[in-house]
């Protein structure tokens, strides 16, 4: 069976630029997160959704940062304008509610 | 604010060789899942302990979870290459879905 994928797994992109990370999460999954990861600040939780619908974006960092998800196979984080303190590696994941997280490979953005 | 503490940060150890990590807290967690990451992958879950002084095994790695749910360990016996890896501990936080991760501790094993 296939994993959460997320696609593109790494990206280098200028300060300013939009940055749109995408993720496919496992079929009959429920729920679906996005976290991002730094040396800093570990694993933080930025946005959880549950069928389909945003439950939780407390973990957004700021509006720079949105993050959708049109159907249940699909979901993105935007981030516009990119800035370099927003280099690090963002993990989608998902579940069925209460059940085991699945973590994608995860996306690994350098700002420049 | 739930936080959780992980040590030591960096173990590098000989292959065959025994070591704990700990994961400490201040505050209760209703459950506690331990994770291993390898270098350019995501998290994969190894376990999940609920109940105050539970012990769970796998293999040759023991989980245990404190009494008052506040703290775990991870103790590896005859540790192998292959164990090499970031753990994490994660603990429930104040909504079922919101995990409080670790910091994480680096484990090399050498051959």
């Known amino acids: 069976d296939a994993g959460v994928i997320q696609s593109p797994r790494h990206e280098v992109t200028e300060m300013g630029q939009e940055v749109t990370l995408r993720c496919k999460p496992i079929s009959g999954h429920n729920s679906l997160f996005w976290y991002r990861q730094t040396m800093m600040r570990g694993l933080e939780l930025l946005i959880y959704f549950n069928n389909n619908v945003p439950i939780d974006d407390s973990g957004m960092p700021e509006d720079r940062f949105s993050a959708k998800m049109p159907n249940a196979s699909f979901s993105t984080l935007k981030i516009q304008p990119s800035e370099p303190r927003d280099s690090a590696v963002y993990f989608c994941a998902s579940s069925t509610s209460g059940n085991t997280i699945y973590f994608g490979e995860g996306s690994w953005l350098t700002v420049v | 604010t739930q936080l959780l503490e992980q040590s030591p940060q960096f173990l590098s150890i000989q292959e065959g060789e025994n070591l704990t990590v700990y994961c400490n807290s201040s505050s209760v967690f209703s459950s506690l899942q331990w994770y291993r990451q390898e270098p350019g992958e995501g998290p994969v879950l190894l376990v999940t302990?609920?109940?105050?002084?539970e012990v769970k095994k796998l293999k040759r790695l023991t989980f245990q979870f404190g009494d008052a749910r506040k703290d775990s360990s991870l103790h590896i016996t005859a540790a192998q290459p292959g164990d090499t890896g970031l753990y994490l501990c994660a603990g429930e936080g104040d909504s079922s879905y919101k995990l409080i991760f670790g910091s994480g501790t680096r484990l090399l094993v050498r051959p």
């Open positions: 302990v609920v109940t105050g002084g």
